[in-house]
T-cell receptor
Framework: GQQVMQIPQYQHVQEGEDFTTYCNSSTTLSNIQWYKQRPGGHPVFLIQLVKSGEVKKQKRLTFQFGEAKKNSSLHITATQTTDVGTYFCAGPRGEYGNKLVFGAGTILRVKS | GAVVSQHPSWVICKSGTSVKIECRSLDFQATTMFWYRQFPKQSLMLMATSNEGSKATYEQGVEKDKFLINHASLTLSTLTVTSAHPEDSSFYIC???????????FGEGSRLTVL
């Protein structure tokens, strides 16, 4: 079945360093979404990318959707302790639809 | 922004009892809601799709008699874990699809511990 793979599983960075998580889908996606889950919290929607090659920025966060619409990345510049959490990518099951298939998530820890 | 409320946020129960979790969209209507399950340090796994006024559709491997879903109104879906066992202990999260816009909002989650 459709799979969404995410790497790395875990990353521990020094505050101020950059961080990137990568997401790969086994199928072409109509869109990809990114969520952040703080420890003990629930997933919070960050962004949705729809267009091939799309790049969107939110302050220190840069999101990219691959040309083939099968991969995506989230890059955080100069991490802060508030960035701590698990970052999930998710894509719709099938080409369209509202049922999401989540990646395994990347746990980010930031040392101050 | 739109808010989805889940209640209770955490619950501890004895093995064999049933537990009901509510998912409410507070300021919008949601014809469709989704129920996810998340084990510690793992990703979210879709359990079922809850449709207002009709039966829920369950994902493969999810027992419909074990996890009863009711979506009686456009703002409320409930998940009842029947005859709970320790292996049902998990974080249950709902999401609501805003009717008309297609936006998806997640609830705060409900942490179930079965003793």
């Amino acid at each position: 079945g459709q799979q969404v793979m995410q790497i790395p599983q875990y990353q521990h960075v020094q505050e101020g360093e950059d961080f990137t998580t990568y997401c790969n889908s086994s199928t072409t996606l109509s869109n990809i979404q990114w969520y952040k889950q703080r420890p003990g919290g629930h997933p919070v929607f960050l962004i949705q990318l729809v267009k091939s090659g799309e790049v969107k920025k939110q302050k220190r966060l840069t999101f990219q959707f691959g040309e083939a619409k099968k991969n995506s990345s989230l890059h955080i510049t100069a991490t802060q302790t508030t960035d701590v959490g698990t970052y999930f990518c998710a894509g719709p099951r099938g080409e369209y639809g509202n049922k999401l298939v989540f990646g395994a998530g990347t746990i980010l820890r930031v040392k101050s | 922004g739109a808010v989805v409320s889940q209640h209770p946020s955490w619950v501890i129960c004895k093995s064999g009892t049933s537990v009901k979790i509510e998912c409410r969209s507070l300021d919008f209507q949601a014809t469709t809601m989704f129920w996810y399950r998340q084990f510690p340090k793992q990703s979210l796994m879709l359990m079922a799709t809850s449709n207002e006024g009709s039966k829920a559709t369950y994902e493969q491997g999810v027992e419909k008699d074990k996890f009863l879903i009711n979506h009686a109104s456009l703002t409320l879906s409930t998940l009842t874990v029947t005859s709970a066992h320790p292996e049902d202990s998990s974080f249950y999260i709902c999401s609501a699809l805003r009717t008309g816009t297609g936006e998806l909002f997640f609830g705060e989650g409900s942490r179930l511990t079965v003793l």
